[in-house]
T-cell receptor, first 114, second 117 residues
Framework: AQSVTQLDSQVPVFEEAPVELRCNYS??????LFWYVQYPNQGLQLLLK??????LVESINGFEAEFNKSQTSFHLRKPSVHISDTAEYFC????????????FGDGTTLTVKP | DTAVSQTPKYLVTQMGNDKSIKCEQN?????MYWYKQDSKKFLKIMFS???????INETVPNRFSPKSPDKAHLNLHINSLELGDSAVYFC????????????????FGPGTRLTVT
């Protein structure tokens, strides 16, 4: 079975500060990793994903995540956050079987303060 | 064009009633899902259908019954609603097919906020 642990339930930061949202996973087989973002009163949307290849993946709005197989982690980072980044962030893992069932972490609330 | 749509967006009803939530995707995806998000924002998968076939059925009370008339639609019917059913329900879809291994992201609808009084 696979599982996902998001190590911080809430992360408050000031605008323009760097941020890291931590995600660890466990699985007995190779997995694919995703970060989703949920803005207030909206559904989830994909932020970035790791399937294979380069362990560093980037999103169009400045976030990046690094897949670390030895530490089974997929932490999300941004060097300088904006007020508009305030949202709920979910880490998810799926295997390449079982029709892509994803296991989601419990979410991290990122609050960016002015 | 909305990729994954749900109706209604809000649903307020009394305990004991029966209600349905509808979901449609126009992405041509083969797999659809229902998730429940509670007040603490925890997201739990309930069901998944692949091309109208039920493939994931998590531990959900049998008062919840999904129906997929075709691969673009996945509806959720709930009988005898209880206070604990109050939550936001999300529909999602992805390109995954049973005969093809791959990793495709899920596209979520805007959610249906169900309040049971």
């Amino acid at each position: 079975a696979q599982s996902v642990t998001q190590l911080d339930s809430q992360v408050p930061v000031f605008e323009e500060a760097p941020v890291e949202l931590r995600c660890n996973y466990s699985s007995s087989v190779s997995v694919y990793l995703f970060w989703y973002v949920q803005y207030p009163n909206q559904g989830l949307q994909l932020l970035l994903k790791y399937l294979s290849g380069s362990t560093l993946v980037e999103s169009i709005n400045g976030f990046e995540a690094e897949f670390n197989k030895s530490q089974t982690s997929f932490h999300l980072r941004k060097p300088s956050v904006h007020i508009s980044d305030t949202a709920e962030y979910f880490c998810a893992v799926s295997k390449n079987t079982n029709a892509g069932k994803s296991t989601f972490g419990d979410g991290t609330t990122l609050t960016v303060k002015p | 064009d909305t990729a994954v749509s749900q109706t209604p967006k809000y649903l307020v009803t009394q305990m004991g009633n029966d209600k349905s939530i509808k979901c449609e995707q126009n992405l041509g995806h083969d797999t659809m899902y229902w998730y429940k998000q509670d007040s603490k924002k925890f997201l739990k998968i309930m069901f998944s259908y692949n091309n109208k076939e039920l493939i994931i059925n998590e531990t959900v009370p049998n008062r919840f019954s999904p129906k997929s008339p075709d691969k673009a639609h996945l509806n959720l019917h709930i009988n005898s609603l209880e206070l604990g059913d109050s939550a936001v329900y999300f529909c999602a879809s992805s390109q995954n097919r049973l005969d093809f291994t791959g990793a495709y992201e899920q596209y979520f609808g805007p959610g249906t906020r169900l309040t049971v009084t």
